[in-house]
């Protein structure tokens, strides 16, 4: 396996403080932002009748709306995209469990906002209920208030600097004299800016990611079946006749079971067993949502429907809890920011086209297992996608780890060589500077005896 992502930062995030009343602002933006629309499902069937539309034409609304949430449209974008980012920045080593928590307000929403949708529908209608509930999302913005910035302190800029010392001497012009700068030096210097703020908010780079474009690549293909199944439990309950209200508590036993499934995902993930290998564990989680919903068609009665919300729930609450935590896995959480925000744009292609699919199946042969049968396939292929690709991730990465290893081996073992080669080569020059120096000395000791004998004939 490989070492974990790069996630180094420029500060210490707490793992705690002030980061557990983030998580409960995240917990309510993030479940209004998945919940919503997929509870408006309850309302589906009085609004195709009012307008005497197909299924195909309503899956319209539900993806519109989610794909416009992932691709950063308004609305509730605004609320997904801040609170799945700022969590990385106020967690590190409690990540999993803070991500698990705060992605559990979907199921909670999701199994507060079913029976309430259906009590306002049959008090208010369909449109005075979204009246009600748009009052009710206004909440957010109390949530949005707990977000405080965290990171290291940003001194002043160079530009800033200059700016701010041209400001200086023109109100004392007795402390010196400014250059002027070339205006095609500041044109430069604005392109420039303009560059590295673009690539700071998206950076393009993660494409030659292999792990990202592995995660991207997967991610698109489970959107084409991802929502679909929530999108038309309820309708697909009312066609086998039953009553509404029974049909809008199968999206709260969804949401029960999912609501407990995505802490304790992330507890699991957490574990120092499952952590290294996450990546696998998100592949597993995608393909069991698969074969929940290959095994659907199979319930045709209430009790069946249950058992399959209760499977559903487990499943969705395993893949939503580890959605973005693998992708931080995989860039590291300073490339994080700029990862949510490229995937989220791919995504919302196939999120927009999976219900209104699904829509079509349902209109063509008027029989909803078919919608069910793909949306499964779908899945089970794009996790058995990731878990092959993720392997082949591992392995190369780890090959490259061990060649790397092996040249800083022989680099070390070449220089301990170059030492002991130097070693020897300054042992041999001090040998022969000795020897130079000791030869003059025999010369000078004969000349001396000569010398001497010279002066005795004498």
Not at 98 to 122: E, H, I, R, W, Y
Not at 143 to 148: N, S, V
Not at 364 to 384: H, N, P, R, S
Request: charged share 20%; aromatic share 12%.
């Amino acid at each position: 396996m490989p070492p974990p992502a790069d996630t180094s930062l420029a500060y210490t995030p707490p793992d705690g403080g002030w980061g557990w009343a983030v998580v409960f602002g995240a917990f309510i933006s993030i479940g209004f932002s998945y919940a919503f629309p997929k509870s408006i499902a309850i309302f589906f069937k009085e609004i195709q009748d009012f307008f005497d539309i197909t299924y195909s034409e309503i899956a319209w609304v539900s993806s519109i709306m989610l794909a416009a949430t992932y691709g950063g449209g308004l609305g509730l974008a605004l609320n997904l995209q801040p609170s799945v980012i700022i969590i990385g920045k106020y967690f590190l080593k409690r990540r999993p469990i803070a991500n698990g928590l705060a992605m559990a307000g979907s199921p909670v929403m999701l199994c507060t906002l079913a029976p309430l949708n259906q009590l306002l529908f049959d008090n208010f209608g369909w449109r005075g209920s979204f009246f009600i509930l748009g009052a009710i999302l206004l909440n957010c913005c109390v949530a949005g208030a707990l977000f405080r910035p965290i990171g290291p302190t940003a001194g002043p800029s160079e530009k800033q600097k200059v700016k701010q010392a041209k400001e200086t001497l023109s109100e004392n012009p007795d402390i010196g004299t400014v250059e002027k700068a070339d205006p095609g030096d500041e044109e430069e210097e604005d392109d420039k800016d303009c560059c590295e703020n673009f690539n700071k908010f998206l950076d393009l780079s993660l494409f030659k990611h292999r792990g990202f474009l592995i995660y991207l690549i997967g991610n698109v293909l489970m959107f084409l079946g991802f929502f679909a199944p929530i999108v038309f439990l309820a309708p697909y309950a009312k066609h086998l006749g039953i009553d509404e209200y029974s049909a809008a508590f199968l999206l709260s036993i969804l949401a029960i079971v999912d609501m407990i499934a995505r802490p304790a995902t992330g507890i699991i993930a957490n574990s120092k067993w499952v952590r290294p290998k996450i990546q696998y564990f998100f592949s597993f989680s995608i393909a069991f949502n698969g074969v929940c919903h290959l095994l659907c068609p199979l319930a045709t009665s209430y009790t069946g429907l249950v058992v399959y919300s209760v499977f559903f729930g487990l499943a969705f609450g395993m893949v939503c809890a580890m959605l973005f935590e693998t992708l931080m896995d995989l860039v590291g959480a300073t490339r994080f920011t700029s990862a949510v925000g490229l995937v989220t744009i791919m995504e919302c292609c196939t999120i927009l086209l999976g219900p209104p699919i699904g829509g079509t199946l349902i209109d063509k042969f008027g029989d909803y297992k078919y919608m069910f049968i793909k949306c499964g396939g779908v899945m089970v292929l794009a996790g058995t996608f990731l878990f092959i690709m993720n392997y082949y991730n591992y392995r190369m990465i780890s090959k490259k780890e061990k060649a790397r290893k092996k040249h800083e081996v022989g680099n070390k073992d070449a220089g301990h060589i170059r030492t002991e080669t130097e070693k020897g080569n300054i042992t041999n020059m001090e040998n022969m500077q000795d020897g130079h120096e000791a030869a003059p000395l025999r010369s000078e000791e004969g000349e001396l005896k000569n010398e001497a004998n010279s002066t005795a004939e004498a």
